[in-house]
């Protein structure tokens, strides 16, 4: 079965942190490059974090030097911790590959408010 399945959202207050856990199960992301991406009310998905299977990453300038992403290819999962929250970061967050199948997950929602 191929799904993904994203984790570890919540409410939290500027400042603090999240990790964030994706399960991807199936042979498709295997060896592929794996991105998280967020959506905020009212505005279009956006990418945030990019990791190839061998480890470089990318990551938006909004999250760059807070977040950080990293994989476990032997559990088929994709973190993404993010550190000094703020407002701006609020959103729905979603991992799939990089490019995106046209196949996405639930999310996990991130909410930050004081």
């Known amino acids: 079965q191929v799904q993904v399945v994203e984790s570890g959202g919540g409410l939290v207050q500027p400042g603090g942190s999240l990790r964030l856990s994706c399960a991807a199960s199936g042979s498709i992301y295997t060896f592929k490059p794996m991105a998280w991406y967020r959506q905020a009310p009212g505005k279009q998905r956006e990418l945030v974090a990019v990791?190839?299977?061998?480890?470089?990453?990318n990551y938006a300038d909004s999250v760059k030097g807070r977040f950080t992403i990293s994989r476990d290819n032997a559990k088929d999962t994709v973190y993404l911790q993010m550190n000094r929250l703020n407002s701006e970061d609020t959103a729905v967050y979603y991992c799939?590959?990089?490019?995106?199948?046209?196949?996405w997950g639930q999310g996990t929602q991130v909410t930050v408010s004081a």
């Open positions: 799939n590959a990089y490019p995106p199948y046209d196949l």
């Open positions: 990791i190839n299977n061998g480890g470089s990453t």
